[in-house]
Every structure is written in structure tokens, then in C-alpha cells.
């Protein structure tokens, strides 16, 4: 492989973002817990985690932050939802990196 046409692609910086942003295993088990719920869900979903309130806002505040689930505020509580959107994104974009390996690398 020519590694010096190799060149770092905008979709390569927003997978990288995407990974580093879901390598903390309770946010992959609050993300887990948001679509599994398949729609809106309040901070309560997340006591089944064991981890106290304080922990589980600053985690969905970061998620928010990094675009990783949306909130909407109402009557004073807050919802949150996985961002289908980056989800459907990233999904193709790990696709495409995991495809790429298969194709390097064929089964002999």
C-alpha cells in the first residue's frame, strides 16, 4: 500500500471524535439503555446503572455536547434521545472503515 497518498479525510476526524466520545463504557450502556427504550427518556432510566445522579448528568451533559443524544426540555424536566442522525452517520462510516479492512485483508 502507498502509504503517502494516504490522507486524512474530514469523515476520518468525525469518526475518531465519534469513537473517542463512546469509549466510556457507562456511556455505551446509557446509550444502550436510550435505544432500547426506543424514544424520549427522563434522568430516571438511568438508575439502573448504579452510578449517582451527579455522574449520569455529567455523562449525558457531555453526550449532549459532543452531539451524541439530543434533549428537550419540558415542564421542567429533561428528556434525552440518541441523535439518529450522527448514529446512522457513524454506523456507515465504521462500515466503511471495518469493509476496507475485509478487503485488505481476505480470509486465505
Known sequence: MDFDNIKILESDIELSHFARAIAIPVRISMIRLI????????????????????????????????????????????????????FLKMAGEFTELFDFFKRMHPKE
Do not use: C
Open 35 to 86: 435505544i432500547a427504550q426506543g424514544t424520549w427518556v427522563s434522568h430516571d432510566v438511568f438508575s439502573v446503572i448504579g452510578l449517582g445522579p451527579v455522574t449520569i448528568e455529567r455523562h449525558l451533559k457531555a453526550m449532549v455536547h459532543l452531539g451524541l443524544i439530543k434533549e428537550k426540555h419540558y415542564n421542567r424536566k429533561t428528556s434525552y434521545n440518541i441523535n439518529e442522525e450522527v
